[in-house]
């Protein structure tokens, strides 16, 4: 069975999540960027899967799609459109945004260009086939502490947003 | 050609999904059959939802079109295809015109996972349980954006109220169905599994449905997904997304035609889906009832028979009723229909007796028969229950069903851990 993970899907998935991000920051109307975010994380889904991790794609799906996109809509829906749109959409700091723009460029292209060098070269060592096994037993086993870390830290933060919702409780 | 031919043959001897073995043209055929199956199960749905609803209030439901109003459902959607496809002039066009295809889509493609049988599978994931969730919850997108872009005020609340809901839901639904694939990994390796296929064999291994497993803890994790199910599809008691005595239609009340039809296409097949997500985690998928207690030759045999005898019930219901007819030359076309209809139920029925065919159908047959028992309850609900009040339901979402998935959960493992430990160490 010939590999699906062909070039031609990068290449397509990529632009697509390329367009996606592009058009989040420039359409007008906030639905509309939130509509093509979440086509930008499909694809980022995508490109998880075809780089044999089908758990992290699923697990993208539900998170972002399923559920942090479906809030961001909730809560856009509810402020009035109209006065949003008026409002100005970008941020006339061009310094700032062109030094950030040319260190992540001056980074990426230092990765492309001497990027064999640096990282290991890495031969696919697991099957597809219990991507979801290795990735709980890596979870639970080996990185057990940092994983309950980062648990407690979204508990902590359920706790602040509860506590700064509510005033009694 | 013969190197075509070859290829389709390769596969028939194969005892694996047409996914897993890697044959395009098989996975296509799986795939236009439960396409086909589907529509078909939508239909019929239509048609009962009708009959029994209107049977439970001591009406007759429809009756006119066909005999007992069966051809009912073909004449609506001859009706909606032919109606004006309205769009209102202040909607967000892309927007309005991309949400009932997201629905569609959202609700059909979870099929590729579902497993009638064994091999009878579009294709098995490794992820098969974590894709039916992911897909589905898509769906909850759609109908937010029919009801933002309707640019109108009920179908905006409808798709928010919806939102919310979904949104809470899933959570209690993501516990109980947790607490089922904990109980894959009760295996001398000791890992589960996500893939479809693979929580029913380990419920066949294991000789007994998740439901009953660790009494009543298997049951209390069912019953919360039974529930969460119903407001996942936004069905009655929950269906405050489109409470027609509030809301008119909630989020597609400004949508007509064909585009209406497929957010009632997208609905029931989204019924169908969740319902074989239960029937797959905690009712045994494929597998017959009793596997272990009625085990043997002579009741697989026995088991084997249902499928034909059941065909063959309706086929004598459709020839009691075409004799039951007014006798009157108008009903005379009525009734050689209902008759003929009988007829092709009893021929299939007959098929179904034949030893290779109901070896190989019975599975399809006890997963399709499951899922009926759910479409039942679905209408069941509809017809008994009052619609829920906002807060009630939110305070069930949040303060019933998600504590008690946590406790099933927690609970689920303490019991495993001791089983594995302790137990048979």
Known sequence: MAPVATPFFFYLFAAIMVIGGVMVITRKNPVHSALALIVALLAQASIYLMLYAPFVAGVQIILYAGGIMVLFLFVIMLVSIDRSIRERQFNSQWVVGLIAATALGGLLIAVYTKGTNIFPEHALSVVENDNTQQVATMLYGQYMFPFEIASLLLLVAIIGAVVMAKKRI | ?425
């Open chain 2, 1 to 425: 050609m013969r190197a075509i031919i070859q290829y389709i043959q390769s596969y028939l001897g194969s005892d694996q999904t047409p996914g897993a073995a890697g044959n395009m043209f098989w996975a296509l055929v799986y795939i236009m059959v439960v396409f086909a199956g589907l529509s078909v199960a939508v239909i019929a749905m239509n048609w009962l939802e009708r009959k029994i609803l209107a049977h439970m209030q001591v009406r007759l439901g429809p009756m006119r079109v066909g005999p007992h109003g069966l051809l009912q459902p073909i004449a609506d959607a001859i009706k909606l295809l032919l109606k004006e496809d309205i769009m209102p002039s202040e909607a967000d066009g892309f927007v309005f015109w991309m949400a009932p295809f997201i629905v569609v889509l959202a609700a059909f493609t979870v099929f590729v996972v579902v497993p009638f049988g064994p091999t009878h599978a579009i294709t098995d994931m490794n992820i098969g349980i974590l894709f039916m969730l992911g897909v589905s919850s898509l769906s909850v997108l759609g109908i937010v954006m029919a009801g933002w872009a309707s640019n109108s005020h009920y179908p905006l609340i409808g798709a928010l109220r919806s939102s919310a809901q979904m949104v809470s839901y899933e959570v209690a639904m993501g516990l109980a169905v947790v607490s089922a694939i904990l109980m894959t990994s009760l295996n001398a390796e000791g890992t589960g599994t996500l893939s479809m296929i693979g929580i029913v064999q380990a419920q066949q291994a294991q000789g007994e449905w998740f439901i009953f497993k660790f009494f009543p803890l298997g049951l209390i994790a069912f019953f919360i997904f039974a529930v969460a199910m119903v407001a996942e599809t936004n069905r009655a008691p929950f269906d405050l997304a489109e409470a027609e005595s509030e809301l008119t239609a909630g989020f597609h009340t400004e949508y007509s035609g064909f585009r209406w039809s497929l957010f009632f296409l997208a609905e029931y097949s989204a019924m169908i889906a969740v319902s074989s997500i239960a029937v797959t985690l905690w009712l045994g998928g494929w597998l017959r009832p009793f596997p272990n207690f009625l085990s043997g030759a002579t009741w697989d045999r026995a088991f084997s028979l249902f499928p034909g005898v059941v065909f063959l019930l309706f086929a004598a219901m459709c020839f009691y009723n075409a004799v039951r007819m007014p006798k009157h030359p108008l009903f005379r076309i009525q009734t050689i229909g209902l008759a003929g209809f009988g007829v092709v139920l009893g021929l299939i029925g007959l098929v179904l007796f034949v030893p290779a065919v109901s070896l190989r159908v019975q599975d399809i047959f006890w997963f399709s028969a499951k899922i009926a028992g759910f479409m039942y309850l679905y209408i069941w609900y509809r017809g008994t229950f009052p619609r829920y009040r906002f807060d009630q339901l939110m305070q069930m979402g949040w303060k019933v069903l998600l504590p008690l998935g946590l406790g099933v959960l927690i609970l689920t493992a303490t019991v495993a851990l001791l089983q594995q430990r302790i137990w048979h160490p």
